[in-house]
């Protein structure tokens, strides 16, 4: 019986699986195809072609590929070493308002992002930083998410390497860089993985608060060439499958290391 029920699990799975990959692998498939043979409702390209593909890379698309991979690499740097910091002084340190602090910062995963959006946007207006990669940047790097992610992890962290680590003579930062961030494995390569893809795919605030284009991320640069009656759909297909290549390509390159860290973690 529990073998029966094991292999429609395993079906039901497959099946879910090849529905979740259907979109992506017609994403593929047309890029490969002409204008004229971009709508033709066919599962197979009979005569793959490279047209698209070489239309679609531009200077203008080379450059907001540019600018989504350093905004994303460097909001998930920054942002990791700023929320591992913080949790772990949430987790081992003792200082006025402690608690009422971290309860500050987890309410504020309970506020839409969209209703801040306006507000966010008038402080980036002040401080003159629109239109410029610290305008993107900056208000990705803070995020209750990471913290309260770390402190989780701190807070079952061996006492017994940092005791040990402070009779050597070890200062607390180098404590922390040296012995506590590298172990932090398990919980860094989920939130690099969340980190990278949330900025990625971001389309909403570099919309809102970049008018450049030499600042413009790749989302928006896609949801552009769509308008009206003249727009070059097998060249926004092309265009929308290479940039999806990072995300598959960084997918695949931490698939093995993500598997560790959920074993580490105890995540069952």
């Known amino acids: ?10 079906v039901i799975l497959i099946v ?21 043979t971009v709508f033709v409702g066919s599962l197979i390209t009979a005569s793959p ?10 200077p203008d698309f080379l450059v907001a590929i540019g600018n ?24 081992r340190m003792n200082f006025p308002g402690k608690k009422p602090m971290f ?34 940047l900056l208000p990705a790097l803070f995020n209750a998410y990471g913290i309260f992610l770390f402190r989780q992890f701190y807070m079952s962290f ?10 050597d003579g070890c200062s ?14 398990p919980i860094i390569i989920p939130l690099c993985i969340a980190f990278f893809l949330g900025n990625w795919n971001n389309y909403l605030w570099p919309l ?22 003249n727009t070059k759909w097998n060249v926004v297909i092309a265009s929308a499958m290479l940039a999806c290549l990072p995300v598959f390509l960084i997918s695949l390159f931490l698939q093995s290391h993500l598997q560790n860290s959920i074993k580490m973690s105890g995540i069952k």
């Open 103 to 136: 309860t500050v910062i987890i309410s504020t995963l309970m506020i839409p992002v969209s209703s801040i959006l306006v507000p966010l946007f008038m402080i980036c207006k002040q401080l003159g930083i629109t239109n410029s990669y610290a305008g993107i």
């Open 49 to 58: 072609s490279f047209e698209s593909i070489k239309s679609a890379i531009t």
């Open 68 to 91: 989504s991979f350093l905004i994303a690499v460097a909001v998930t740097i920054i942002a990791l070493i700023l929320h591992s910091m913080c949790g772990y002084a949430f987790a």
């Open 172 to 185: 607390t930062y180098r404590m922390f860089f040296t012995i506590i961030f590298p172990l932090s494995r």
């Open 208 to 229: 809102i608060v970049n008018k450049k284009p030499e600042y413009r991320t790749i989302m928006v640069y896609l949801a552009n060439m769509v308008g009206g009656y």
């Open 1 to 10: 019986m529990k073998k029966k029920t094991n292999n429609i699990l395993a």
């Open 16 to 36: 879910l699986g090849i529905v979740m990959l259907f979109p992506i692998y017609i994403l593929f498939m047309v890029s490969f195809r002409n204008e004229k």
């Open 158 to 167: 061996p006492v017994d390497l940092e005791e040990a680590a402070k009779l």
